[in-house]
């Protein structure tokens, strides 16, 4: 029975000292990625910038029922929680490609 107790003494000293490296190596990679997340942006800008994504302009639609009934399909189907997200990626796609195609030429 000693000899049982004296492997598994030993089976778990080697384990202790494997957690204790491990755990060693995790709390200083921790610490090294804490050390880098600084960044060098003015705080300034950030806020400047996250005030000028507010949206403050507000549109109203309206849909006929089968347009209603379509919208609310899409949704169903693919599972579109918010549609006014829907709407305005629809609207600034289709807006923007309209640019891109008709932009001015010097010809």
Do not use: W
Not at 60 to 73: C, F, G, P, R
């Amino acid at each position: 029975m000693f000899i049982i107790d004296a492997k598994i003494t030993i089976i778990c000293n080697k384990n202790a000292n494997f957690v204790e490296k491990l755990i060693k190596g995790i709390t200083f990679h921790v610490a090294r990625k804490k050390k880098n997340n600084t960044s060098g942006i003015d705080p300034e800008y950030l806020k400047k910038q996250k005030a000028s994504l507010v949206r403050k302009h507000r549109q109203v639609i309206y849909l006929n029922d089968s347009e209603m009934a379509a919208i609310s399909q899409y949704c169903e189907k693919f599972r579109v929680d918010a549609k006014a997200a829907l709407f305005r990626k629809a609207i600034m796609e289709k807006v923007l490609s309209e640019l891109d195609d008709n932009h001015p030429t010097l010809f």
